[in-house]
């Protein structure tokens, strides 16, 4: 047994994680044990990233671990949360804050600064289906960890590492897997509720956790955990920040979160206010100048639109897991777990302008399936119309309600499993899991054809909007029912041993085969494809694939202290092909105190169901066509078309790790890793300019004149992509005789470099600390302090860092978006009886993301949704009872 083996132990037990021995392959799982007896188990666990059993300490890839009482005294709701604020998350991450496409409410997880589709999420060291909605158009599908059980977690093992190898796909970036309770006898119930400082989000949640039967003596187990959360939706203008919605004061700050196009007329490109004969506004609106907003000369009816637009949605969430364990024979057990959960979500976003500055808007033709444009004239002869000729208006019609978004999502899992041996240890499993979603929007869209009407009769009154008849209204308004599903089963095998020993110990073995089975099915509400719906939103997905791996992995002990790791697996995927991962890996014992540990892997994301399918997105927007036939050069808005591509081939990536762990004490705990990720492949779309520039007639429709309609892209293997940085990682722990134990831990993550081409062909540009393609500050860190004076007591603080980042482009004098730094405490303690009462202040200096003058289109506030939010000061306070 190494010492620094020993001494990762000790930390690992004073920092409440559970012992490693807890892997999810274990045939049984004791509780947490004292380093002594640990020091027999240690060579008998699996850890994420392998599957020949070994320690956290002795892995050659570096691994952290978030244990149950980090997990506990975080305050955090959410497993989303728990994983964002971790240091290799480092940017360009999605959340359930924002609010706009179709995963609003769901969360992923990414690392390294790649999307969430790079990084592999498990729950006991297996898949779960995707969410049913792709994020970012149609490119980023992923596990939603808000659906997971953070109540029956025992703690998450995040690796830093590319692990296809042993994973498979989406393993580029890392693992993160989440581990739940084994074996757990007793009954757990808490109670905690929260609210913050300046009003709003409150929040309420309630679980409760059995566990019957002890497996080693009465040959089973079963635990059941269930869980309730709610918490309010939090609004524009419940912050004083952002409830104005004006930002000017702030460098490249203006009018953010006001919108223009209330109502107006657009004459000769100047604004004019679409104002009754005494020259108000219609209600809500106000008449203010449009160059503070957006820059064009006159004035506007605007609106401020934090009264109708969401921060953070609302969310109720209803979980249960089940889990449990039987012996069979002397040798074998039977195993299995069901998980199911319900989430709810509802945001405002208010109602879609129906008029822009561009032209109008566009809908589907019901019969053609092509997008078509819809007039941005009002009638000459409408009773709001003065000039007496139709004339180009902007107008956001309030009238018909407030948009208020749904988002409904019900996950399931099932798994059964059988597992036994001796010399060999196998284990045999099959799965079922789902993911269905159900996007509801009431109000704010219009029916195209009898707004048209209304507008040219008149009886839709543009001046008092509240004296519209009703039924006018009735007949306008619009709601739609947005559906998906994604279907995820399979089975596998797996087997794992020591073949024979070598002079400096066994070579460890591990060998397996994986099936599975994918689905994922998007699809349109009817408003739309039946061409009622102006400017519709459109992603509609129709895919499915089966997939078949093998892999084997072999631990090459060459000296006392000197292990090779070796892994290779081989997939086949029913729709693109083959794809074929090795890794090479060591760990190499220099002292007893300091561990040399690197690997090498090559790696691959397979293209997703969203991708390589009979998909479609649609888009709006501007391009310059140099073949106009009335003005050549000139700003044309046609319909943008992204269709999926069967030809595609998986993005390919190389990793390489190499670090250093050092454990002077067994209290003492410091490591320090090198990453290099290479990326090439990466799936993407073609430069529109340069397609319409092309004018190919397959890519370009024009009408009979020669006038641009559609622009027809797909997704193509383009771009390359490097990034390296380095990892460090501290624990240490101190005992006094009077003042109790304290536990100072520190994990940080700093990117070197991150470089990628922002056109296929182009040189590699170096995006870290910048926004350029995505936030992606150069530093992140979390740095916890623990204190138990007493038995009974427990404090912890903790401080999360993120480093600030340039501006890609200057904005209005803004070079440089501000750092940000987070401060949490926790009190804890234990009455008689086991009874535990605790309070939690988050953010307790009530710090407020950083202003980035760059995003002032994200739901109207101008800081970075993907790491941040809005809550500012927040309390919690809550009690557990265990019998």
Known sequence: MHKNSVAVAALLSALGVASPGLAQTAPSAPPVVAPQAEEARLDEVVVTGSNIRRSVADSVNPVQLLGAEELRTSGKATIA?????????????????????????????????????????????????NYGFPSSGLSNTFVNVNALPLVAVQRTEVLKDGASAIYGSDAITGVVNIITRQNFQGFDFGVSAGTSDEGGLDTWRAYAVGGIGDYEADGYNVLLSVEAYNRDRLDHNERYRTASGRYETLPGGRWNGWSARGARFLVDGRSVPLVDAQGNCPEGMTLTASAPIDGRAGDTCAINLADYSTLIPSTDRYQAYLHGRVRVTDDIEAFGEVLYSHIEGTSIFGSSPYFTLEGGRFALNATTGLAELVSNLLPANSPYNPYGRAIPIEYTFFDLGQSLKTNRSDAYRTLVGIRGGDRFEWEATAFY????????????????????????????????????????????????????????????????????NLPAGPIGFAAGIDLRHESLESRNPKEITDGLQVRPAIAAVDGERDVAAIYAEFNVPIIDGLDVQLAGRADSYSDFGEAFSPKIGLRWEILDS?????????????????????????????????YDPDIPNSSQNPTFFTIGNTALEPERTYSYNAGFVFTPTSDTVFSIDFYRLELDNLIGTGNSAAIVLANNPANVIRDARGKLQAVYNAYQNLTELETQGIDFDFSQRWRHSELGEFVLSAVWSHVLDYKRQSVPGGPLLDWAGTNQGGVLPETKGTTRIAWRPLEQFEATATWYHTSSYDQATVVGGQSKVDEYNQFDIYLGYELPAGTRVHVKVDNIFNAFPPHDARFPGINGAPYDFGQYDARGRYFQVGFDHSF
Do not use: C, M
């Open 594 to 626: 300091l561990a040399f540990r690197a690997s090498a892997a090559k790696g691959f994301r397979a293209p997703s169901l969203s991708e390589n399918s009979a998909s479609t997105n649609i888009s709006y927007g501007s391009v310059i066509d140099p």
């Open 433 to 500: 899991g789902a993911s269905r979603e159900r996007e509801r929007v009431a109000g704010g869209f219009a029916n195209r054809f009898t707004l048209a009407a209304a507008l040219a009769n008149g009886t839709l009154n543009l001046h008092d909007p509240s004296a519209t008849p009703q039924a006018v209204l009735d007949g306008i308004r619009l709601s739609t029912l947005r559906p998906a599903d994604s279907v995820l089963y399979g089975a596998d095998f797996k087997i794992a041993g020591d073949l024979f």
């Open 81 to 129: 949360e728990v994983l964002r604020s971790i240091s290799a998350s480092t940017g360009n991450t999605n959340n359930e804050t924002q609010n706009s496409g179709w995963a609003s409410g769901a969360a992923g997880i990414g690392l390294r600064g790649l999307s969430s589709a790079n990084t592999l999420v498990l729950l006991n060291g297996r898949r779960v289906a």
